[in-house]
């Protein structure tokens, strides 16, 4: 019969494991020893967990209650009934928002709350910008916080719009499909826009 594994031992702690696995063999069998491994291990289970969570907080795109402190930084007022996606586009939109106001900075922020790729087109005769919305159908949920950015970004003689981009028949005709085709297929308005 052969020794018992640190697998059979019963420890559900991964560190707890992995401290087990440097114990001398004749340990093994010791349920003191498991039970003091597994009390270890799981304080540094915590305690990793722990590290891990805070060093999310340094990053934008992983932050979580973190995200209280990048926007008192950065002058945003908290929102915390907001999906924190919309809560990191402001954020994030705010951070690339430094700097000289050109067309790419536009972008660059719009891009943040979109999720997508966004043009950006100066009409400068007119003092005026156009924000189009290219891989994004419909209106953005978080557009009035994309709205508020671009307001303090642009110079305040300078006007924007902003276009969106919805599924129409055109788009379906371009991929060669009939109306009982469609009718076929049952989907519903979202499933369409995924098919088309």
Known sequence: M???????????????????????????????????????????????????ETLEQFFVRTATWGLDFWEQELGIETDRLKPLEQRRAVVESKLRGAGKFSCRQVANVAEAYAGGKVDVTFQSEAWSFTVSFVDTLGIPPNIDDLKRAIEELKPAHMAVEYE??????????KRQKT???LDAASLTW???EVWA
């Open 190 to 192: 979202n499933e369409l």
């Open 164 to 173: 969106y981009r919805y599924l129409v028949w055109d788009d379906l005709d």
């Open 179 to 181: 109306w009982d085709e």
């Open 2 to 52: 052969s020794a018992p594994s640190i697998v059979d031992v019963g420890l559900t702690s991964e560190k707890g494991r992995e401290l087990f696995s440097y114990l001398p063999r004749y340990y093994e069998t010791s349920r003191v020893m498991q039970a003091d491994m597994q009390a270890k291990g799981t304080e540094m289970d915590l305690l990793y967990q722990a590290l891990d």
